[in-house]
């Protein structure tokens, strides 16, 4: 079955560069979420879109902002990089119309911020 | 919000031997709950969930139990595989809105199977 997708899989960026992560959900899955897991942590959301639309938001920083597009992707844009970004960036979707909206997550994006 | 406490942080058994994780969450709202399973350098994949309106689900060597009185969840795994090693997380999610369909995680449990 297909999972989510998620681009690049490795990143490497400098201080104050930007960055764009990119997110294809399983497809019929109208719900996005991002989340951010640091080293030895757990996952924390940063933000979620249903059809197109900004659905919830936690602990994304100012300088981050994300959209989902008409085909359901979405990207997660990244500004003004600091060290303190470097992280793993995992995407996961779900259909909302099921009933437990079960959340599947993607493999996830690597990023290193030197 | 939500907060969700998961304990033991790590965790070592035999191999065959069951394992318990469990973990305890602060918002009453809350009615779904997540287990994931995360290998090194992957993402987290369910493993197995249930709803507030359940108290126990098994599907083959794992099963879930809900005590919605005293807020508090449990995962078990028996006859554990070394392929079950890995970083296990419990989560929470609240009542489906319009949004708020976040997940909050637990802090994780490291499991590892000894031969």
């Known amino acids: 079955a297909a999972g989510v997708i998620q681009s690049p899989r490795h990143l490497i960026k400098e201080k104050r560069e930007t960055a764009t992560l990119k997110c294809y959900p399983i497809?019929?899955?109208?719900?996005v979420y991002w989340y951010q897991q640091g080293p030895g942590q757990d996952p924390q959301f940063l933000i979620s879109?249903?059809?197109?639309?900004?659905?919830d938001k936690g602990s994304i920083p100012d300088r981050f902002s994300a959209q989902q597009f008409s085909d359901y992707h979405s990207e997660l844009n990244m500004s003004s990089l600091e060290l303190g970004d470097s992280a793993l960036y995992f995407c996961?979707?779900?259909?909302?119309?099921?009933?437990?909206?079960?959340?599947?997550f993607g493999p996830g994006t690597r990023l290193t911020v030197l | 919000g939500e907060n969700v406490e998961q304990h033991p942080s790590t965790l070592s058994v035999q191999e065959g031997d069951s394992a318990v994780i469990k973990c305890t969450y602060s918002?009453?709202?809350?009615?779904?709950f997540p287990w994931y399973k995360q290998e090194l350098g992957k993402g987290p994949q369910l493993i197995i969930d249930?709803?507030?309106?359940?108290g126990e689900k098994k599907d083959q060597r794992i099963a879930v139990t809900l005590n919605k009185t005293a807020k508090h969840f449990s995962l078990h795994i028996t006859e554990t595989q070394p392929e079950d090693s890995a970083v296990y997380f419990c989560?929470?999610?609240?009542?489906?809105?319009?949004?708020?369909?976040?997940?909050?995680f637990g802090t994780g449990t490291q499991l590892k199977v000894e031969l």
């Open positions: 996961a979707s779900s259909l909302r119309a099921l009933s437990l909206n079960t959340q599947y």
């Open positions: 497809p019929r899955h109208d719900t």
């Open positions: 879109f249903y059809e197109k639309m900004q659905s």
């Open positions: 918002d009453s709202a809350s009615n779904y």
């Open positions: 249930i709803r507030s309106n359940v």
């Open positions: 989560a929470a999610r609240g009542i489906l809105t319009g949004g708020g369909n976040k997940l909050t």
